[in-house]
Nanobody
Framework: QLQLVESGGGLVQPGGSLRLSCAGS????????IAWFRQVPGKEREGVAC????????YYSNSMKGRFTISRDSAKNTVDLLMNSLKPEDTAVYYC?????????????????????WGQGTQVTVSS
């Protein structure tokens, strides 16, 4: 059974940092493009960052560029999201997802329907 489990969420002050981790079980994450999405109540799920399957190239949504970094840890079978300079508007439930529909992350692959496997989400709250 293929599963994704997120961890690392919590409460952080504005300007602070958090590292989220997405752990895979039942499959090797290196072979799949993995993305992070986030969602706040009443809004659509939003793409945050994606790391490709073939060369681990990355794609970031414009508002996250320069602040967030997505990376793989093959030994641990995880994909991490390092979030710096956090803002109150980054408050959301963060989800990781794996796709079987493509290998390279580009702008047009950042839609939730492109992803077959999802974790349960982890809450990130940015507040003083």
């Amino acid at each position: 059974q293929l599963q994704l489990v997120e961890s690392g969420g919590g409460l952080v002050q504005p300007g602070g940092s958090l590292r989220l981790s997405c752990a895979g079980s039942g499959f090797t994450l290196d072979y799949y493009p993995i993305a992070w999405f986030r969602q706040v109540p009443g809004k659509e799920r939003e793409g945050v960052a994606c790391i490709s399957a073939n060369d681990s190239s990355t794609y970031y949504s414009n508002s996250m560029k320069g602040r967030f970094t997505i990376s793989r840890d093959s030994a641990k079978n995880t994909v991490d999201l390092l979030m710096n300079s956090l803002k109150p508007e980054d408050t959301a439930v963060y989800y990781c997802a794996a796709s079987t529909a493509f290998r390279l992350c580009i702008a047009t692959t950042q839609m939730p329907f492109e992803y077959a496997y999802w974790g349960q989400g982890t809450q990130v709250t940015v507040s003083s």
